[in-house]
């Protein structure tokens, strides 16, 4: 599969998560984070994680609008694992099921870039 293809799948799949304000320069879900090699691709600067945090996470997101799914997809979600510490969620919340669908989707997507 091309690149491209990918983009656009890529979009279309970000474009079916529910957006919703964070609070500004908040880091507080910022850990580890996966890329796809599209997602890596977009990234302007490339950074390693030294520690357990993203290292785009420098008083805010420096890449938010590159950000990979899983930072899109989370607060987006109404599971546990996935809530915004400080309550921040979109009006109307995927449930867990549509996040696991998306998510499956996300890793066919990337399996598909190897």
């Excluded at 998306?102 to 997507?109: A, D, H, K, P, S």
Aim: one cysteine or more; hydrophobic letters at 30%.
């Amino acid at each position: 599969m091309r690149r491209t293809d990918t983009a656009k799948q890529l979009a279309d799949l970000y474009a079916s998560i529910p957006t919703f304000t964070c609070i500004p320069g908040c880091t507080d879900c910022c850990g580890p984070v996966p890329f796809s090699k599209t997602e890596w691709a977009r990234v302007p600067v490339k950074k390693t994680a030294t520690c357990l945090t993203c290292p785009y996470a420098e008083h805010g997101c420096t890449i938010y609008d590159q950000r990979p799914f899983m930072c899109r997809l989370f607060g987006a979600v109404d599971d546990p694992m996935l809530r915004c510490p400080h309550g921040c969620r979109p009006f109307k919340p995927l449930t867990q099921a549509q996040g696991n669908a998306l998510t499956e989707e996300y890793i066919r997507l990337s399996h598909q870039e190897s």
